[in-house]
């Protein structure tokens, strides 16, 4: 799976669809996302944003499928016969859409994607116990083989759920 997002916003949703197919047909994602999302993504192969233009259309070339909000990401999934999906919003909506329209594509646009509000509870409320690890005691392989007990201080990573589930609805 190729996820390309060009938009800083929203990233969420091609997440979301990158990870449905990838846990779907088992096969890894490849994508373009900064670091505060890409821990999102449940099977990541790696990050091509530092890779040249030549990186992204072999990518393209060989991705089972394409996951984008752009409309280059969408005139090459076209090109190379890849199939698509392409969320469709602010104002790169009108080009998409219409090149979709132009190429018969526009069974593959999403542009009312609704994430369930329980489910984003749920998810987030499940990150938190996950990677929560502000004041826990956390152990730790050692380089010699042996396990390291840590006891929990004023360090390590403490979700706010109550914006991260406010940002996602």
Known sequence: VLLYWVNGSHQIEGITIANVISRKYDIPVYHNLNDH???????SAGNFSNKGPETF??????????ITDSFHGTVFSIIFKKPFYVVSKGNRKKRIDDLCEIF???????DDYILDDEK???????LCEE??????????????????????????NLLNPEPEIEFLT
Do not use: Q
């Not at 999302?37 to 099977?43: A, T, V």
């Not at 990518?59 to 499928?65: F, W």
């Not at 018969?104 to 999403?110: E, H, M, Q």
């Open 131 to 156: 990677y929560d690890t502000f004041e826990k005691v956390r152990y730790f392989e050692a380089t010699r083989g042996d396990t390291v007990e840590v006891n929990g201080g004023t360090y390590g």
């Open 104 to 110: 018969g594509t526009t069974n593959r646009i999403i």
């Open 120 to 126: 984003v509870v749920e998810w987030v409320t499940e």
């Open 37 to 43: 999302y890409k821990y999102l993504l449940s099977n």
């Open 57 to 66: 259309l072999e990518l393209v070339k060989k991705a089972k499928y394409v």
